[in-house]
């Protein structure tokens, strides 16, 4: 059950279910794959197709009742409640758990029922209580995660310091991958430029996606036609590896110098070296690791939603601290889509995160290498500055940020622009 055709006609045959609308609102920022409709006098969001689709309905849904004064397409509607019906024939899915962790958390003056719609067009409950098992690591496929915590040194291999110190670029920077056993990714300003382990490794730039080449893989083909190179413990394959780091680094740069198109991975890597001031309620947020340390450790801290088949975990942009206390940070930029509907479903993420790490014991040892305390995470959504007219995107994304106690911080523009900082 993946088509909007099929969630809509669906609703039809609901009893209660009326004003069924699956076309896209660009004045709410609401997309066609959340069907809004009225169901037994309560505003309603009927969800399908992928995951975090179904997940993102749930903020749409938050989002339109807390801004849509008391009714929907002039119709008053419950103030105390409002449904989401999940579309789905299956139950416990990743979806599912974290729709209840959502609608448990949520701090409002009005709740939100589950329902699961099936294909038959029956209605039937999902619990109303969070997930309080993540702690499980068997139960949600994340056991492999701590042997290589647990191997992870705090150091990297000699031969990523090797070649960390023949790119001596503030914005080069060594990445632990926290769900593969002993590698490190090197990136560029937030690019991806190598991965290597104690050993070997190999240096390349992007990949075709689709039979489309972009701009990184082209620069990076004109530099060096034959695409990966492997690298080895041997000076020579050191060498090369440093010297055409160090060229496309240059060539990238002045390709990057030429717009200012906006960057998500530019603004990661500027968080995690500390180049971008991040206040909260409690104070600025510090680096996991010292500022003079070239390994971005808070990156890419992989979690999990909700029971899942997949070993891939959902990564976290960045963790910073203040004290003992670790913050869960979700970064996003400006699209072409606007900010309204992206920068809205950064706080579904910003929960999910925070909540894992929460209760995510078999991972306490990781914390407790940088002295943090997982239980009490905080979490923030990280976005630019609005710009002038956007105002109104600003204070309806920060009141559902209030709605989860997650803390909005707007940074200036030019962290989240691909060119060089000055």
Known sequence: MTALKDVAELL??????????????????????????????QRTIAVGTDTKTQIGGLLDLID???????????????ADEVTLFLADDAWDTEAEGALRTLAALLDAEFRVNLRRLTSRA??????????DDL???????????????EDLC????????????????????????????????????????AQVG???????????YLGKRGPERT????????????????????????????????AWGDILAAGVKQNEHALESRVLRGAVPIPVSTGELQLIGGRDDRVSWGSQFPTRWGRTSSNAGRYLDALLRDGSTPWALELKIEGSGGVGNYYRHAVEQAVLYRQFIRQATPLASWFERFDLDHRACGAAVVVPEFRSGSERW?????AVCGAFDVELVTVPVQFAEARTLP
């Open 12 to 41: 039809e045959q609901v009893p209660g279910v009326s004003d069924i609308d699956g076309k896209n609102d660009r004045v709410e920022s609401i997309v066609g794959t959340a069907v809004r409709c009225l169901y037994n006098g």
């Open 394 to 398: 600003a204070e309806r994304l920060r």
């Open 198 to 208: 104690q050993r070997r490794g190999w240096v390349d730039v992007a990949k075709d």
């Open 219 to 250: 620069a990076w083909l004109a530099q060096v036609p034959e695409g990966r190179l492997e690298v080895t413990e041997e000076e020579a394959s050191v060498d090369r590896a440093i010297h055409e780091i160090n060229r496309f680094a240059d």
């Open 154 to 193: 705090d150091q990297s291999s000699a031969l990523v310091q090797r070649i960390l110190a023949g790119v001596p670029r503030e914005s080069f920077r060594a990445y632990p991958m926290l769900t593969n056993k002993g590698r490190w990714s090197l990136r560029l300003e937030g690019l991806e430029v």
């Open 64 to 78: 339109l009742h807390l801004h849509g004064q008391g009714d929907y397409k002039g119709v008053p509607v419950a």
């Open 135 to 149: 702690g499980d690591h068997e139960k949600y496929r994340y056991s492999d995660w701590r042997g290589y915590f």
């Open 122 to 131: 029956e209605v039937l409950p999902i619990s109303r209580h969070g997930l």
